[in-house]
C-alpha cells in the first residue's frame, strides 16, 4: 500500500452523518475520502483515533463568509485568502464560497481573477469552492452596512463579465428581484448554474413570487436587510416564509436575529432548508476594540460589531459558535444543528460530496466534545487542526 492510500479509522465515536446518529461507531477513511461508516472493527492495518467521548460530525460548510481571524476574502489578496483557510478550521470549517462585496465592476472582476487560481490549488486549511457575490445588484433601499452609492440595478453584460472572470466558479449572487433588469440578470445566472439568492430588497409579497418564478431559489441572511412583514404587506420575508422550496439562510450570533424569529425559520423551512451562515467579517474571532473596516471605524464590543451610527458592520460569530447557540437556545437535537451547517449549506451548491459522512464522500470531518466545541478537524481525510 503506498504511503498515500493509508487507512485511517475514527473509532469508539457517537457519528452525526448528520441524518443518522451512531453511537460507538467507526469512519475510516482512504485517499482523502470516507470508505465506511460502521460500528464494526477497523481494518488491521489502519492508523486508529480512539475518539470515545467526542462526537464526529461532517466538516462545517460556511456559504457566506467575508473573512475572520483577521483575515479579508475582499481585498483579492492571496495571502489574505490563505491565512483565512488555515484560521478557519479551528471553527470547524472545511470549506467555504468567498462572499464578494459591492465595488466597481474592474475591481471585483480583478478580485475573481487574482484568487481563481487558488481555488484549484491545494491547500493547508479549509477549502473555497467559489464565489458568493454579495452586490452591486442590491437595493439602496436596504443597504445595510454597505454604502447604498455602491449599489446599482442589475446588468445582464455586467453579469457576462463575472461569469467570464471566475470560469465556472461563481456559485451564488444575491440579488433584490425588484430591481428594474432583475429578472433577465437571475435567468441568465440560474442559466449558467449560479444560484440566485434575494437579497438586500424591499421587495413586496408579488415581488418576491415573481423573482421565485424567474429562477431565485436562496435567501441572503433571512431577516436582515430585508422588507418587514406586516399582515397587510407581507413583502419579501412573508413571500420567503410561504414558499418551502426556497432555502433561507440565518446568521445565529444572538444579535442579527432573535432565537424567536430563528424558529419560526425553522418551522417554515425545517432543518434542512436552513443554512446556518457566519457571514463573518475580517474581526470575527478577535477580541473587543475598535477597527478600521473598509474605510469605516467599526467598533466591536461583546463580539457585536457596529458602524460609528450605530448599524450592524457584519457578524463576528464562528461557525462552531452558530451550531452551538441554536442547539441551545432552541433545545434542538444536534444532528439537527449539525444539519444546518452541513447538509443544508452543501445542498445549496449541490456539493453532492460534502456536508454527510457516508461511504464514497469527501472526508471533511469536525470532531467535537459533548458541548459542540471544536477538537480536531480533517479536509480531505488530513488532520489539520487540533485543539490540544
Not at 467521548?53 to 462545517?60: E, K, S
Not at 465556472?168 to 449572487?173: D, H
Not at 467579517?281 to 458602524?307: C, M, N, T, Y
Amino acid at each position: 500500500m503506498s504511503p498515500s492510500s493509508y487507512l485511517l479509522a475514527l473509532t469508539h465515536a457517537r457519528i452525526l452523518t448528520p441524518t443518522e446518529e451512531i453511537e460507538d461507531g467507526t469512519v475510516v477513511i482512504q485517499d482523502g475520502r470516507i470508505l465506511r461508516v460502521d460500528r464494526d472493527a477497523p481494518p488491521p492495518e489502519a492508523r486508529t483515533l480512539d475518539l470515545r467521548g467526542l462526537i464526529v460530525a461532517p466538516g462545517f460548510v460556511d456559504l457566506h463568509t467575508h473573512g475572520g481571524g483577521g483575515f479579508s476574502l475582499t481585498s483579492g489578496d492571496p495571502d489574505e485568502l490563505r491565512g483565512y483557510a488555515q484560521w478557519a478550521v479551528s471553527t470547524g470549517v472545511t470549506s467555504f464560497l468567498i462572499a464578494l462585496v459591492p465595488a466597481p465592476r474592474e475591481e471585483l472582476v480583478a478580485q475573481m481573477r487574482t484568487l481563481l487560481p487558488l481555488l484549484r490549488a491545494p491547500t493547508n486549511g479549509a477549502r473555497p469552492l467559489g464565489f458568493y457575490l454579495e452586490g452591486p445588484f442590491l437595493s439602496t433601499e436596504r443597504p445595510g452596512a454597505f454604502d447604498p452609492p455602491s449599489l446599482h440595478p442589475p446588468d445582464v453584460s455586467e453579469l457576462r463579465g463575472y461569469l467570464d472572470a471566475a470560469e465556472g466558479n461563481l456559485r451564488v449572487l444575491a440579488i433584490a428581484p425588484e430591481l428594474p433588469g432583475a429578472e433577465a440578470v437571475i435567468r441568465e445566472a440560474t442559466a449558467a448554474g449560479v444560484v440566485a439568492a434575494l437579497a438586500h430588497s424591499d421587495a413586496g409579497y408579488e415581488e418576491a413570487m415573481e423573482g421565485f418564478s424567474a429562477g431565485i431559489s436562496h435567501v441572503t441572511h433571512c431577516f436582515n436587510a430585508m422588507r418587514l412583514f406586516h399582515h397587510r404587506d407581507p413583502g419579501c420575508l412573508g413571500a420567503v416564509l410561504n414558499r418551502p422550496s426556497v432555502t433561507a439562510e440565518i446568521i445565529a450570533d444572538g444579535v442579527h436575529a432573535h432565537p424567536g424569529a430563528i424558529e419560526l425559520l425553522l418551522r417554515a423551512k425545517s432543518a434542512a432548508g436552513t443554512v446556518l451562515v457566519s457571514d463573518g467579517i475580517p474581526l470575527a474571532g478577535l477580541s473587543d476594540g475598535v477597527f478600521e473596516l473598509q474605510g469605516a471605524k467599526v467598533r466591536v464590543e461583546g463580539g457585536v460589531a457596529r458602524r460609528g451610527d450605530g448599524t450592524l458592520a457584519g457578524s463576528t460569530v464562528t461557525m462552531d459558535r452558530a451550531v452551538a447557540n441554536v442547539w441551545r437556545r432552541l433545545l434542538l437535537r444536534p444532528s439537527e444543528a449539525v444539519t444546518m451547517a452541513t447538509v443544508s449549506p452543501a445542498a445549496v451548491i449541490r456539493e453532492g460530496s460534502k456536508g454527510r459522512i457516508s461511504p464514497g464522500g469527501d472526508a471533511d470531518i469536525v470532531v467535537l466534545a459533548p458541548d459542540l466545541e471544536v477538537e480536531m478537524t480533517f479536509v480531505a481525510g488530513r488532520e489539520v487542526y487540533r485543539r490540544h
